[in-house]
């Protein structure tokens, strides 16, 4: 089955420090790959997605590139700020067509960002 | 164009009690699924629903049932609720097109007493 294992938490981290999140996955087929973001308090919003292989996904400062070979899709961003505190959830898609919107996620990494 | 709303955004129930939520789509957007989200953890997915059939059901016991309506809205339905069932329940809308995107709602804090 398909599984997602993200680095635990918690990262704490100075404002402008340079930011990685791991994330391994396991799947059939080809996924597509996300990372969703939760603030304190909310639902989960949608950071930055790849479908391929070698794709960069990249939103708000933040990047993460398909790597079928090392099937990761770490997360990176080269200067965090105070207001990017929030739990990162990477996750994988294996649907198709109009059925098996199945996403699986990882546990959740929650990063706190100290001015 | 507003997104996507669920109500109500707190609920507090007691043990061997029936909770009703619900979920308003993306206009334009036929697909809904549902999530389990327990403090600490990842989403868990609980069912898929396009078109008001259901497509995919996750490893949830048959007290968890859905439905979608023809406006494309969604009810999530737990009877004989657990203390287990406390947790946040999201709603995902999903456009058409084969298009693999989910768009959150704020979800529903469930606390079971």
């Known amino acids: 089955g398909n599984s997602v294992t993200q680095m635990e938490g918690p990262v704490t981290l100075s404002e402008e420090a340079f930011l990685t999140i791991n994330c391994t996955y396991t799947?059939?087929?080809?996924?597509?790959l996300f990372w969703y973001v939760q603030y304190p308090g909310e639902g989960l919003q949608l950071l930055l997605k790849a479908t391929k292989a070698d794709d960069k996904g990249s939103n708000k400062g933040f990047e993460a590139t398909y790597r079928k070979e090392t099937t990761s899709f770490h997360l990176e961003k080269g200067s965090v700020q105070v207001s990017d505190s929030a739990v990162y959830f990477c996750?994988?898609?294996?649907?198709?067509?109009?059925?098996?919107?199945?996403?699986?996620f990882g546990k959740g990494t929650l990063l706190t960002v100290n001015p | 164009d507003a997104g996507v709303t669920q109500s109500p955004t707190h609920l507090i129930k007691t043990r061997g009690q029936h909770v009703t939520l619900r979920c308003s789509p993306i206009?334009?957007?036929?697909?809904v699924s549902w999530y389990q989200q327990v403090l600490g953890q990842g989403p868990q997915f609980i069912f898929q629903y396009y078109e008001k059939e259901e497509r995919g059901r996750g490893n949830f016991p048959d007290r968890f049932s859905a439905r979608q309506f023809p406006n494309y809205s969604s009810e999530l339905n737990v009877n004989a609720l657990l203390l287990g069932d406390s947790a946040l329940y999201l709603c995902a809308s999903i456009g058409g097109g084969g298009t693999d995107t989910q768009y959150f709602g704020p979800g529903t804090r469930l606390t079971v007493l």
């Open positions: 799947a059939t087929g080809y996924p597509s």
């Open positions: 206009s334009g957007h036929k697909s």
């Open positions: 996750a994988l898609w294996t649907g198709s067509g109009g059925s098996n919107y199945k996403l699986t």
